[in-house]
Every structure is written in structure tokens, then in C-alpha cells.
T-cell receptor, first 111, second 115 residues
């Protein structure tokens, strides 16, 4: 069964304190892994797509990496505005191509 | 700007009542999706449609119904058969998965509560 596990559930950082969020996955034939940011009361906002092991993508203070079993979202020198819930989703090789979502990591960055 | 519009933002349902959530997109996407989000849980797929006039059940379709008469619109009806409808409902759209591996784009959700 396809599965996505995110850890930790919640993470509290001081402004400027770098850290990483983890997304472990089990899927038949990974077609893509997606990272989203979700603010309270809003819909998820797309951040990155990773397609194959070894791939990396960056956007401002965020960097996403992918291995054959997991993905990391590295946050460098975070600011309070980076506070949000970060969601990971995978798409396997099934014919319908639906996404499987993790439960998310709630990040709080204190000034 | 292209995007997905969900309405209303807040909705209240009485016992035994059916309610309909609206989702409209102007991204020219063929595929549209409805998810339910509960605290501490991942997004769960209710229904999806890859083309007009066709839709399939997702993982938790019981108590819900949809229609797809236009490319731009994918309304979700929460029926009285759904005994625990209180949740945050999200609509998304994308290019069809059979065509490409593109991300889904989301609206800002409808929060449904029981009166």
C-alpha cells in the first residue's frame, strides 16, 4: 500500500535556526514527489516537484532533496513568515495517478 | 490571474440537509479533485474527474456526490447520508495524470460545520 509519513509533526525554531523536515514514502513506481505549504484557513500552495533520486530544488530559504525512500525540506535561516504547515505528497505509477498526502509538519518560527 | 475559486468560505448544515460546495477554475485544466481535510490527518480524496461528464469515487466517497457538466466547474454535494461532515473541503485541478506529472493547484477551501 502506498504510504507517506512526515516527521516531525510539529517543529518550533528560533529565527535563523536552520533545520530539516522529513517525508518518508512507500510507493510503487514513484512518478513525482510534491511539497506544498499551507497557511491556516488557506489551501495548499505548491512549492516543488521532485522526480528522481538525487534531484534537488531551491526557492529562497527552502531546498528540497529526494532519495529512493525519502525527501527532505531544508529550511535555512528561517524567518517568522516561514511559519506554516508543510505537506508532502507522492504520485505512484497507478493508472489514475492520484496523490497520496502525508499529515504534514507544522513549523513555527519565533522571532 | 488564473486560479481556483471555492465558495462559500464558511457553510453551515442542518441535520438532514444537503449542501453544495462550489468550485470553479480558469486554469484550463481537464482534471479536478475534491479533498477533505481533518485536523491531524492528511488530505483524503473524495471524488475526482479527469474529463467533462466523467468522474470517479476516491477513498471516502460515501455521503458525497459530484457532477462535471462543464470543464470549469466541479461542485460537491454533501448529502444527509454523510454523518460526520464537519471538515475543511479543498478543491484542486491539474492537467490529467495520464498526460503529465504536474502538480495539483488548490483553492482556498470551504469550512463546513454542523448547526
Amino acid at each position: 500500500e502506498d504510504q507517506v509519513t512526515q516527521s516531525p509533526e510539529a517543529l518550533r525554531l528560533q529565527e535563523g535556526e536552520s533545520s530539516s523536515l522529513n517525508c518518508s514514502y512507500t510507493v510503487s513506481g514513484l512518478r513525482g514527489l510534491f511539497w506544498y505549504r499551507q497557511d491556516p484557513g488557506k489551501g495548499p500552495e505548491f512549492l516543488f516537484t521532485l522526480y528522481s533520486a538525487g534531484e534537488e530544488k531551491e526557492k529562497e530559504r527552502l531546498k528540497a532533496t529526494l532519495t529512493k525512500k525519502e525527501s527532505f525540506l531544508h529550511i535555512t535561516a528561517p524567518k517568522p513568515e516561514d511559519s506554516a504547515t508543510y505537506l508532502c505528497a507522492v504520485r505512484g505509477g497507478g493508472s489514475q495517478g492520484n496523490l497520496i498526502f502525508g499529515k504534514g509538519t507544522k513549523l513555527s518560527v519565533k522571532p | 490571474d488564473g486560479g481556483i475559486t471555492q465558495s462559500p468560505k464558511y457553510l453551515f448544515r442542518k441535520e438532514g440537509q444537503n449542501v453544495t460546495l462550489s468550485c470553479e477554475q480558469n486554469l484550463n485544466h481537464d482534471a479536478m479533485y475534491w479533498y477533505r481535510q481533518d485536523p491531524g490527518q492528511g488530505l483524503r480524496l473524495i471524488y475526482y474527474s479527469q474529463i467533462v461528464n466523467d468522474f470517479q469515487k476516491g477513498d471516502i466517497a460515501e455521503g458525497y456526490s459530484v457532477s462535471r457538466e462543464k470543464k470549469e466547474s466541479f461542485p460537491l454535494t454533501v448529502t444527509s447520508a454523510q454523518k460526520n461532515p464537519t471538515a475543511f473541503y479543498l478543491c484542486a485541478s491539474s492537467t490529467p495524470p495520464r498526460v503529465s506529472v504536474e502538480p495539483q493547484h488548490f483553492g482556498d477551501g470551504t469550512r463546513l460545520s454542523i448547526l
